[in-house]
């Protein structure tokens, strides 16, 4: 008779904490050791249309990335979306959802079924699909990824184990300062570990991961790509802004890494300046054209330069909230991330916790 596979719920306590990226590092790595590994998502957040059909984008990419047939994939049982918030509302929705979700327990085959919970662990709640009411459902432990802002997170991670109790495995941080990874090592791990939340991994910032393609830039944008369209694969890790005179902007230019450069379109002086340095891309806000010598230069030196109908600080705000977002969707970043996720989070620990057994291999 086929096992019953035992459920990872990995779960945050706010968006943008690095989820997929931690389902797809422990998946790959389980996957590498030898573990026969499914994947769901059960509220869908992230949708698009492919070939007419609508798909849940997160889950499409993680069973691409780890090649995971039909079979091992768990169907996304809501599209969390205005639209099916204001059906349950209004009361036109009655769906149980839960029972729905027991559906999940028929999955006969695999060691382990990795599922990437909501944003919170308060989202869902309308659908009776919150982080804690998916785990009591189909009986998965939940990690919590964690992004270090601040040492806030020690209350909020306290917080979420009062009300997940048994349920929670532990927590993942990443996203710390370099110059704070010794802090949090040597102070905020004990104090966690103490109260009944195992630290499953410390991860330090890392630029590449927090890095945002040109071509996502475009997209956020709305942007019009004025020269080099062939090189939007480059990666942004900073932002600067070009408002100053062309000696300061210099000075500040020469500091940065890997920019995107926001500034006027009638800034040639400083455009020219920017694209002499660590510049990805330059992003002209004001709907001017730029002069043809700074054009060519770009050319030249295979900088895409990016025209925004959109003023310079919604363009701010909009670069801001890409850089840091740890979208996992090129190759350079999918290595990088299994080389520091390898490097930084406890799989052995992991194991041990859930039980689970690697089949020795002759």
């Not at 990443?174 to 499953?200: A, C, H, M, T, Y």
């Not at 455009?271 to 030249?300: K, N, W, Y």
Request: glycine fraction near 6%.
């Amino acid at each position: 008779m086929p096992k019953s596979a035992k459920y990872l719920l990995i779960g945050s306590t706010e968006a943008y904490s690095g989820k997929s990226a931690t389902v797809l590092g422990i998946a790959h790595q389980l996957k590498e050791k030898g573990l026969d590994i499914a994947y769901g998502k059960p509220l869908g957040t992230c949708w698009g249309n492919s070939s007419g059909e609508v798909i849940e984008e997160d889950v499409e990419f993680v069973a691409q990335t780890l090649a995971l047939p039909p079979n091992r994939l768990q169907p996304t049982v809501l599209p969390l979306t205005d639209t099916t918030i204001q059906r349950r509302i209004m009361g036109d929705d009655q769906v149980n959802y839960p029972q729905m979700l027991k559906q999940y327990q028929q999955m006969q085959g695999p060691d382990l079924v990795i599922l990437e919970g909501p944003s919170n662990l308060e989202e869902g709640s309308l659908f009776d699909l919150s982080l804690q009411q998916v785990a009591d459902v189909i009986g998965a432990k939940i990690l919590l990824v964690a992004r270090f802002h601040s040492l806030l997170i020690v209350g909020s991670l306290i917080s979420a184990k009062r009300r997940l109790g048994d349920r929670l495995l532990g927590a993942f941080i990443n996203d710390i300062p370099k110059e704070r990874l010794e802090e949090v090592q040597n102070s905020v791990k004990p104090f966690l570990e103490q109260r009944g939340v195992p630290i499953f991994g410390l991860m330090p910032r890392n630029d590449l991961l927090r890095s945002v393609s040109v071509r996502d830039l475009v997209e956020k944008l709305g942007s019009e790509v004025l020269c080099r369209p062939d090189r939007l694969d480059l990666m942004v890790e900073s932002l600067s802004i070009g408002a100053m005179n062309v000696n300061s902007a210099l000075k500040y230019f020469r500091k940065g890494r890997n920019m995107a450069v926001i500034t006027g379109g009638d800034r040639t002086d400083i455009q020219l300046a920017a694209i002499e340095t660590s510049t990805q891309c330059l992003i002209l806000t004001g709907q001017m054209r730029p002069h043809p010598d700074v054009v060519s230069r770009a050319e030249d030196l295979e900088i895409p330069i990016l025209s925004v109908d959109l003023d310079t600080l919604t363009t701010v705000e909009i670069v801001d909230r890409a850089i840091g977002q740890v979208r996992i969707h090129e190759p350079i970043k999918l290595q990088c991330l299994y080389n520091v996720m390898a490097q930084h989070f406890n799989y052995d620990r992991l194991l041990t916790d859930l039980n689970l057994k690697l089949v020795a291999t002759p």
